[in-house]
């Protein structure tokens, strides 16, 4: 049965009106996932579940466009109205739990572990959450970060998070029913993909939808770019946009 991959937002750099950062919810029958909590992504996750409800948050790198809202996401669990059964887990790079208890320390230690359960994402990282399986691969940013492939035992959906051409990529793409992939800019580079990058990637898989374009890249140019590499379907993230994987 499909799963459902509902877009919360996929600008880049910064927020837009009405189009949150990164940050994707995944939802099947038995699991809630956050995938990445760039800014304004907590509200628009609120459009369709509450945050308490939340089974597993999965964040990409520490890139502030990928992960502020979890800032937001500590007040609300700890010190507000939510009354989250236990603490909810958190999947991310190395020192995600410092960097979030760095930030939010004023006079005393903030208690993240009271809010989330982090756990350190490395090349390799597999966790269940709820009847998905979530496989992660390190990929090239400049620093550490990840994609990830989520499947119920039947449909798999691929992630890229940010990334330059790498043949890790290539790997995370092969088989996927739905490929999500950055198309950050109009030109090469070592950290972020190009549209015809992007469809490159998404030779092995199904469908290929862009997300995190730059501000340089409209939607009718990076799909028409793509489409010149890659025969199947390409379509482009935007919020509130429901993909079935």
Same mark, same amino acid.
């Given at each position: 049965m499909p799963f459902d991959l509902t877009v919360?937002?996929? #600008?880049?750099?910064?927020?837009?009106?009405?189009? =949150? $950062?990164?940050?994707?919810?995944?939802?099947?029958?038995?699991?809630?996932?956050?995938?990445?909590?760039?800014?304004?992504? !907590? #509200?628009?996750?609120?459009? /369709?579940?509450?945050l308490a409800e939340v089974d597993a948050i999965w964040i990409s790198h520490l890139h502030a466009d990928h992960v502020a809202d979890l800032l937001p996401a500590v007040y609300a669990l700890l010190f507000a109205d939510l009354r989250p059964a236990r603490p909810i887990p958190l999947y991310g790079p190395p020192g995600t739990g410092e960097r979030l208890g760095a930030f939010l320390t004023n006079t005393a230690p903030a208690p993240i572990g009271e809010a989330f359960a982090v756990h350190e994402l490395h090349d390799g990282h597999f966790a269940e959450v709820g009847g998905l399986t979530l496989a992660t691969t390190a990929v090239e940013h400049g620093f550490p970060?990840?994609?990830?492939?989520?499947? +119920?035992? +039947?449909?798999?959906?691929?992630?890229?998070?940010?990334?330059?051409? $790498?043949?890790? !990529?290539?790997?995370?793409?092969?088989?996927?029913?739905?490929?999500? $992939?950055?198309? +950050?800019? =109009?030109?090469?580079? =070592?950290? /972020? !993909?190009? =549209?015809e990058d992007a469809a490159r990637a998404a030779h092995g898989a199904g469908r290929l939808v862009l997300t995190h374009l730059g501000p340089f890249l409209t939607a009718e140019v990076a799909t028409a770019r793509a489409s010149t590499v890659h025969s199947g379907q390409v379509e482009v993230a935007a919020a509130g946009r429901v993909f079935a994987v």
């Open positions: 919360l937002g996929s #600008a880049s750099p910064y927020p837009r009106p009405g189009e =949150p $950062c990164s940050g994707y919810l995944v939802r099947s029958a038995g699991a809630t996932l956050w995938l990445d909590a760039g800014p304004g992504t !907590l #509200a628009a996750l609120q459009e /369709h579940t509450a970060a990840f994609g990830v492939r989520v499947t +119920d035992g +039947d449909r798999v959906l691929a992630y890229s998070g940010d990334t330059g051409p $790498c043949a890790a !990529l290539t790997e995370l793409a092969t088989g996927a029913d739905l490929l999500l $992939c950055e198309a +950050d800019g =109009p030109e090469p580079s =070592p950290v /972020h !993909l190009t =549209p």
